[in-house]
């Protein structure tokens, strides 16, 4: 009876049961967040989201080795493709073949893609989309900066010249006085009117406006 009990017990406990179990459970949002949260788990589900059948590991390996690298395949270094190669043979293909998301035949150095995989393509597909915006919307917070930096040294440097001109401290004839500061606060209205449509537009875009 002992005898029994133990064989039962050690087949309940094998590696592989666990294994099979991972990979038929249904990811949680918190399972699809944990694969994600690793740029190079994520650079190879994005590269083996647009192939079909099976790949080789190593090209994935370079894939992942050029985004990390910011360059192309082919100027790839041999330490550049070693320093991500060895993590996803060893760790980020085994774990993504644990949850079911491809299957890694690791001995043969191929990877396939699973209908599992299809989970994460809208989540990577936003981080993306946030990513462009991100750098659409750089230069147009840089206009917003400046032009709102000018508004506010235009209105202080009309507000100074009158009171210098008023005090004595500046001789400027009253006609040049007076067209230096309706100068200064057109460019200053010019601005306010720029700025506000930059704003107008990132509301109408759906964009938080800063």
Known sequence: MTSISNQYRCRADDPAD???SDRSSPLSRDD???VLQTNRRRDAIAYLLNRDGPVKMSDVAEYVAAKENETTVASLTSAQRQRVYIPLYQSHLPKL???GIVEYDQSRGIVRSTDRIEIFRPYLEDMTDSDDHSSRDAPRSIVASVVGDYHVT??????????ATMAGLLQIPELT???LIVGLFTLATVATTITDSLASNDAIDGR???
């Open 18 to 20: 666990s294994v099979t």
């Open 32 to 34: 699809i967040f944990h």
């Open 208 to 210: 938080p406006v800063h």
């Open 177 to 179: 006085l007076a067209v």
């Open 154 to 163: 235009s209105a202080c440097a009309s507000t100074g010249l009158l009171v």
């Open 97 to 99: 073949d644990k949850k």
